[in-house]
């Protein structure tokens, strides 16, 4: 059973910095392409960013060249380093594998970006 914790979510001004975590189990960590989703209030949840098996990385548009993704495979963890916060940020982030695992959502770490 795939089990994906998230941490490191907090309230921040706008401009600020954040770091989250994502502790994952029950998969083979290290041959698995993972992402990092968010869903801001009455929206439909979105992909922000992934990383591969190998370290390469993609971003949604709105976040490159804020956010950058990092993982540690002896760690079975996902990071998601996000400077330069900006309102629209504010959201309940996730971590998953990419393609997501319907049945893996974990709670999530809320984010909200406020002054």
């Known amino acids: 059973q795939v089990q994906l914790v998230e941490s490191g979510g907090g309230l921040m001004q706008p401009g600020g910095s954040l770091r989250l975590s994502c502790a994952a189990a029950?998969?083979?960590?290290?041959?698995?392409?993972m992402g990092w989703y968010r869903q801001a209030p009455g929206k439909q949840r979105e992909l922000v960013a992934y990383?591969?098996?190998?370290?390469?990385?993609t971003y949604e548009d709105s976040v490159k060249g804020r956010f950058t993704i990092s993982r540690d495979n002896a760690k079975n963890a996902v990071y998601l380093q996000m400077n330069s916060l900006k309102f629209e940020d504010t959201a309940v982030y996730f971590c998953?594998?990419?393609?997501?695992?319907?049945?893996?959502w974990g709670q999530g770490t809320q984010v909200t970006v406020s002054s």
């Open positions: 990383i591969t098996s190998g370290g390469g990385t």
């Open positions: 029950g998969i083979i960590f290290r041959f698995v392409t």
């Open positions: 998953n594998r990419f393609p997501p695992i319907g049945n893996a």
